[in-house]
């Protein structure tokens, strides 16, 4: 009976770990881990920046998720190099939508990713995807060389307007 079960969790294991996702990255579809896609080894780290720290923050803004495809941030959304930001989003509209940070070709390829994958939610150092009248926060640190580019990139919304760029002071 030991060497069936032994067998039995031999070959179940490695259907798990598929099922489970590669490298622990937190993607959820529908509760389960993907796999890998295409994202560096180390998440947190960008060409605009790297997740922050709660005790290195400099500044919070407020974002509002809309249903008209467009970001709403309060304060007005003025960044310098070496700024820490507590993005507290908010889903103020009926769909669900992401709020992603990123360089425009990190903002791309997470799209295109997207597009294979539309059902994926993100809970991830640079990217969350917010369920209607639901609240997250996300804490960033700008410290890259790149221009940051701020999108929601569920299929068709960055198409519609849902992507603002903007250059560090």
């Known amino acids: 009976m030991k060497k069936m079960n032994s067998i039995l969790i031999a070959t179940l294991f490695p259907i798990a770990v598929i099922a489970g996702g590669g490298h ?49 941030f309060s304060p007005a959304l003025v960044l310098k190099s070496g700024d820490v930001v507590k993005f507290v989003v908010t889903n103020k509209g009926s769909i669900k939508h992401e709020f992603s940070i990123g360089s425009e070709s990190e903002q791309i390829k997470h799209r295109k990713m997207m597009r294979s994958m539309p059902t994926m939610t993100h809970q991830d150092a640079n990217t969350v995807t917010v369920e209607p009248g639901q609240s997250m926060s996300l804490l960033w640190k700008f410290d890259g060389d790149e221009a940051p580019v701020f999108a929601c990139n569920i299929p068709g919304h960055a198409e519609a307007g849902m992507v603002k760029r903007i250059q560090l002071m």
Do not use: N, P, W, Y
Not at 53 to 68: N, P, W
């Open 24 to 72: 622990g990255d937190s993607h959820g579809m529908r509760g389960m881990k993907a796999e890998s896609h295409g994202h560096a080894e180390d998440a947190h780290k960008s060409g605009v920046g790297q997740a922050g720290m709660e005790s290195e923050v400099s500044k919070t803004i407020a974002v509002g998720l809309l249903d008209t495809m467009r970001f709403e």
